[in-house]
C-alpha cells in the first residue's frame, strides 16, 4: 500500500511495519521536518532540539553510537527538558549522553517543554 495522504485514525488504530528515518547526529538544529526521526551519533555533537511550542507532538530518538559527549539541547532559554528521575534540569538546560548504546526518547509536550519518554542508559543534566 502506498499513501498519499495522512492517515487518520480514531485513537485506538495502529500501523506497523514503518522504519523510523535514521540520520547521523550532526551539529545543526533539528527541523520540524526531522519529527519522527532516530538521531545516531558517531562523535561528540551538539543538536538542538526545534523550540517546544512550535512542533507538539514531535517525538524524536538518540541513539548514543559512540561514548563520545552526545548533548542534546533546548531551543532557548524557556523550553526545559522535563525533570524524569535523578534527572532534573532546568529551562534551558542541555542533556549528555556517554555510553555507547545509550538511547532516550524525547517529545514535544507543552509550549516549552520536552518529555523523557524512555531511557536505557544515563543521561545527565550538563548546564
Not at 492517515?7 to 506497523?16: A, E, F, K, Y
Not at 519529527?35 to 538542538?48: E, H, L, R
Not at 542534546?72 to 549528555?96: F, K
Amino acid at each position: 500500500v502506498t499513501f498519499v495522504q495522512n492517515v487518520l485514525g480514531i485513537g485506538t488504530d495502529s500501523l506497523s511495519a514503518f522504519l523510523q528515518k535514521q540520520v547521523a547526529s550532526t551539529t545543526v538544529a533539528i527541523t520540524a521536518a526531522q519529527c519522527g526521526s532516530t538521531f545516531v551519533s558517531n562523535s561528540a555533537d551538539v543538536m538542538v532540539l526545534p523550540e517546544a511550542s512550535t512542533v507538539l507532538g514531535c517525538r524524536l530518538t538518540f541513539v548514543c553510537g559512540t561514548a563520545d559527549n552526545f548533548d542534546v539541547d533546548p531551543a532557548d532559554g524557556t523550553d526545559v527538558i522535563l525533570p524524569t528521575g535523578a534527572l532534573t534540569p532546568s529551562a534551558g538546560d542541555a542533556i549528555r549522553c556517554t555510553d555507547t548504546g545509550g538511547v532516550f526518547v524525547l517529545e514535544a509536550g507543552g509550549a516549552n517543554s520536552w518529555a523523557v519518554l524512555s531511557t536505557n542508559l544515563t543521561i545527565t543534566d550538563i548546564d
